[in-house]
Every structure is written in structure tokens, then in C-alpha cells.
């Protein structure tokens, strides 16, 4: 039994309420959208410049994994599911566990990218902290207008206790993915 409440609470949507309302069809007419701390949010369109880095990037960590005979497995685009609330679908996810039905577990992840043209204040904020919160061992964002990738890892509470910057052009190894090093091509 809920306590009596004076004002309005909102209500955080769990993942299976948000899974089921998109079965239903009822985010049809929004094309994507993501589950973030039980709120859902419309994802904007990808323009060409997000959606060039980011299977540049795709590209360069996929050969790396191969190369290193990894066992983690690059996706584009993939929802990960992160309890009780969050169904966030980066850009790009490195998993351990590529086969099987449904969002990608959470103890699989390895690694997150995320491609901001427009929206970098919230990839570097509330998802960073989302990420963090998670226990995401470490997260990307690629900066398109500052021409950097924001790699933050070492997750403590709701966020990164580890940061660097690398430019476009510059190589970047993973902090906790083992011979994952990759260079990001300029635009």
C-alpha cells in the first residue's frame, strides 16, 4: 500500500511497462525512443555527420576486436537493459553475449558509445551518469563539433572517476577493453 501523497509524484515506467507499451505500438508515430531513469525520450533523427563518424567508428572497433580475437561483439544501435528503469539504446555497444532473444544484459557490457552533434550536454550528463550508475566500465562520446572523443571510465557512484580527451585523427585504446585501439578518422 502506497502512503498518501500531497503533491504529484511522477511515475517511473519499469522496463517491462515500457516493453510492452512498445509492442502495443503506442510509440509508433516517434520512430525510436529510449527508456532513461522510467522517462521515456524521443531520440532526434541522424544527420549525416552522426551517422558518418559513427560507422567510421564502428568500422575501426569492429577490425580491432577482430584483430585482438576479442570477445566482445560491436552493435550499432542495440538497447541495453539496465534495472529497474533504463532501456537506453546507444550508438554503439560492445557485448560479451551477441546471441539470444531480447535487450542486451547488462553484465555483458563492456563498453558505450555515444554520437553527439546535438545532444552532448545530456551524453556527458545524464547519461554519463546513467552509464556510471550502471557500472558501464567505460564510455565514449564522440564530440562531432569539438572534434574529440570524451573517454570516461573507473564508474564510482553516478560517474567517472576517469576522463581524457582524444582528438579526431589521434589513436585511442580502451581503458578496459583488452587490445582494443582504434584511430578516428577526422570527418
Known sequence: MLPLNTAPLPVKLRIEDYL????????DGYAKTELIEGQIFYMNAQHRPHARIKMKLYDAISAALREARSPFTAFVEASISIPDHGVPEPDIVLTS???GEGLIPLASVALVIEIADTTLSTDLGRKAALYATAGIP??????IEAK?????WAPEDDAYAQARAVAFGER??????AGLVVEVAAQ
Not at 20 to 27: E, T
Not at 148 to 152: E, F, G, K, S, T
Open 172 to 177: 585511442i585504446a580502451a581503458m578496459t577493453v
Open 97 to 99: 553475449e551477441p546471441d
Open 20 to 27: 510492452l507499451l512498445d509492442r502495443s505500438g503506442a510509440f
Open 148 to 152: 574529440v572523443i570524451h573517454q570516461l
Open 138 to 143: 567505460e564510455y565514449w562520446v564522440a564530440d
